[in-house]
């Protein structure tokens, strides 16, 4: 079956620009999460989502990160006014629940270059 | 504050031999811990768990074990196949009742040599 898709693949844009990801879940994973891997790093957790419940953003290093999701589909992550410390590869998975035990598949991620 | 830690950025091993990936973490109240494998490229995907009651899971070539009075875990891969080299991630999952949000390792990259 089909798996987490995301685009675009790759986003390059300017600094002060706003910039939206996508994520695309497995039909029927009621939990999603964002994470980002900057350089030479490990993923980093940013927000999850599951179900009607209201997300967990304890991950989202600031005010300028922002995302929703529309029931159990598509999720969009906003940058808003990038930074250079943001160039990242933003990565997007989704799971049956929030269990532990369920677990997490990944998209390729979106590669995002702030010049 | 790292509460999970992969101290070896790097690991090349020969085709045939054994691959040993270390991991350690701080907080004792994880209690379920995964290997993810990743290709560049590509997203990581899952490899092998272990719940904190066990001390050893094993599936065909991939084995981990988990000390947890040392709080730590390793992956023990054997033989290592040329198709294993990528960037290995151990990672912890949150407490339920902080939802199943990963806290990952910064990862270390196995080479194996034909």
């Known amino acids: 079956g089909a798996g987490v898709s995301q685009s675009p693949s790759n986003k390059v844009t300017e600094k002060g620009k706003d910039v939206e990801l996508r994520c695309d879940p497995i039909?029927?994973?009621?939990?999603l999460y964002w994470y980002r891997q900057r350089l030479g790093q490990g993923l980093e957790f940013l927000i999850y989502?599951?179900?009607?419940?209201?997300?967990?953003k304890s991950g989202l290093p600031s005010d300028r990160f922002s995302a929703e999701r529309t029931g159990e589909s598509v999720s969009t992550l906003t940058i808003q006014r990038t930074q250079q410390e943001d160039s990242a590869v933003y990565l997007c998975?989704?799971?049956?629940?929030?269990?532990?035990?369920?677990?997490?598949?990944f998209g390729p991620g979106t590669r995002l270059t702030v010049l | 504050d790292q509460q999970v830690k992969q101290n070896s950025p790097s690991l090349s091993v020969q085709e045939g031999r054994i691959s040993i990936l270390n991991c350690d973490y701080t907080n004792s109240m994880f209690d379920y811990f995964l290997w993810y494998k990743k290709y560049p490229a590509e997203g990581p995907t899952f490899l092998i768990s272990?719940?904190?009651?066990?001390d050893k899971n094993e599936d065909g070539r991939f084995t981990v074990f988990l000390n947890k009075s040392a709080k730590h875990l390793s992956l023990h891969i054997v033989p290592s196949q040329p198709g294993d080299s990528a960037v290995y991630f151990c990672?912890?999952?949150?407490?339920?009742?902080?939802?199943?949000?990963?806290?990952f390792g910064q990862g270390t990259e196995l080479s194996v040599k034909p």
């Open positions: 990672a912890a999952s949150a407490p339920y009742n902080q939802g199943g949000k990963l806290i």
């Open positions: 272990i719940s904190s009651i066990k």
């Open positions: 998975a989704s799971s049956l629940s929030r269990t532990p035990t369920d677990t997490q598949y």
């Open positions: 989502f599951q179900g009607n419940s209201a997300p967990d």
């Open positions: 039909s029927g994973h009621t939990a």
